[in-house]
């Protein structure tokens, strides 16, 4: 991590066994601004936040030394995940509180309800979410408490109270929430929230996501096509053998720039302390002769001798200078000038001091020491560049369908992510025959899967280091490419991406070689990346992607980063694509819960900076906005909610296979339910309908809205001039609030049309044409 550098403090993951002792911590902050400066600093972060009651918790890969670091500078470095705290003791306690704040409330505030729903999730346990804007939020004493009912005609109050938290991200107030989705008894109707600032409003609240589909047909589908976790060289392995018994069906696509490999220098370092330090990296990698190498510091025993340096084959000897009564003199410092000026030794290897120290500490004669890479993955996975393939499945492969590029394990320690890819590919495949809703699917789109984006650092995760995120390349400097590092080393493929990067001066990514969201040397450096963008510049017809992560249970959107100063947010989406959005979240998410009622939450659905962190230069930003392809993310892995303890669990990086089976199995679900949400954007020719909407009229002043009957985007004028894509569009409200209220003060024609998110024009209208098709109506003033 970055604090290597920015504050001498050496990380300790990598001693002898270097996964001891390396833990994935709690940490909370006090708001995501905590976020923000721990990602400033390269703290390896999981893609999981969660409001708790104080602040925001965080899940951080940290050695002991790391913590003690971390809390050094003040941070509150809990415990390792297991389990949290007693929620409902908390939350009686808060609304106790909260009342008696009430009591001294003054001034009255509106509140602006921006979701309310209850929803199922394992066991058929339900929940509540609700989600509510205060005008008096900017100040952090304003707090809310929602009551609620316990179903039609029953009291508000009778199925339960619970307070709300205030959510601010980098300073500026967002809306109150509760922390975690609240465990209810009875599906409630509505709800009325309340504030100590005096504002109350009830609402009705609705069901967040369908029930589950309804299999037709006497066809089994099959499914549950993998039983362990896999590496990448058994991952392509199988898809390598799809595409030969499917040939009629697929195409494997080899894409064009293969990786560094899984490899790297061999090594050997010598010494303790630190000024006496020196150690030596080879100039071929270790596969390829590296690993032969070895090097010793030999004490000449004989008075006054000089510093030498000898090379034998393989073997470097170096034989120490001493002073007259036959002791070694010979410094760190220059050991490593005789080695590097020594044309043979140079030629094989490079000496260093230890992490940038002058060297000023004499050396001790060592005995011939072997360079390694310490790689320990068998032989059976390559050390050469490794050759990413493209699984592309459709019976008509040509460009003429909509593509969808589904890709998975850009991050190394995911390892139930390339399950996901594998197991959508051969459900795919193998329910063609029978399945009339998988036949539709592979007729009409054009699918491209790419189970292993990161296939260096997944081989390195599985065989050598579990926590390993990046891939393998190594960008550091002499001063931190010890061997001690060498899990501290790679570039994070999810930060290297060209749009919103940190080298735009966006949040989340990191320009330090050992941070692990390391961003890289420049943007696009990477193979791995490269080749998604090459994929996506090569197949136009590709129009929506999802990247699968892991874990928390998420499903999200662009814009994934913001300027941490004023939270400059990368442009929001349009509100008929955010409408779009929303409603293929409620069938993809339907599709995901019907595997085993997980439900993804509320809170955790939407634009990746409104619902996680900042993460610049990642992947579906690019795609979004530099092509217009609909970039969307998984995090697999909900929270497992125990109903006897009533409590959330966080299930990791890597839980036990049989749990890592099931994220697996109710993700590939979600793929398909992308895939048919990509289906019906394809084969989509109903133009959208809509309809002007009085919101409210007051003496002087109407306003107004549309209602549309699907997601579609709404232009329009009120000078009662023909409407055009040049005319003002519908906007959002805000964050997470519906559309945009317009105020006219004096009786005004409205003239519009609207297109959805397929394009189709309502009335079939052009607006670049001279027809006067389009929609009209007075909107009048009392
Ligand atoms: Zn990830």
Redesign the pocket.
Known sequence: MAMTSDSGVAPDRSSSDEQNGVGLMRIVVADKSGIDRLNELGVDLA?YVKPVDNGIEVHAILSPGESQALRDMGFDVQDAISDQGDYAANVAERAATMRAVQALAASTDTLNVLRAEWFTSLDNQLFLNIEVKSSAGTDSTTALTASWDSGAGTEIGSGGTAAMSRFTDAGQYMYHRFSNPVAINAAPTKATITSNKGGSVTVDVSKWLGSPRKVTGDHPYVSDFVDHYMDPTEVTARFTSLAAEFPKLTQLIDLPYKTNGYRRQAQAQFGTATGSIVYVTSKAYGSEGGNDLSMSLVNPGAANAPLTVGVSGNSVTVRLATNGSGTITSTAAQVVASVNGNADAAKLLTASTYRGNAGAGVVAAAAATKLTDNLKAPASVSRDPFQMKVLRIGKHRDGSKVGVFLYCQ??AR?WVTPLVCVESAERLLRNYAQDPNTRKIVDDLDIFILPVTNPDGAHYSMYDYNMQRRNMTNYCPASSADPANRNAWGVDI?RNFSVGSVYDGYNGGSTSCTSDTYAGPSKLSEPEARNEVWLVDNFPNIKLSMNT??YGGYFMWPPGAYKTAGREVLPRVDQGTEAFFWTSSDYILSRVQEYRGTAIWPGRTGPVTDVLYSAAGNSADEHWYNRGIIGWDFEVGADVYDPKTKRFTAVGFQPPFAEGHEEAMEFANGNIGILEVARAYATDKIQPKTAVKIVKQEPGATTFTFTTSEPANVYYTLDGSRPTFNSPKLALAGMREGVQNLTVNSNTTVNWFSVDIAGNVESNYKPDGNGKNYNKQTVSVQ
Do not use: K
């Open positions: 893609e850009e991050h995911e999810n992560h892991s």
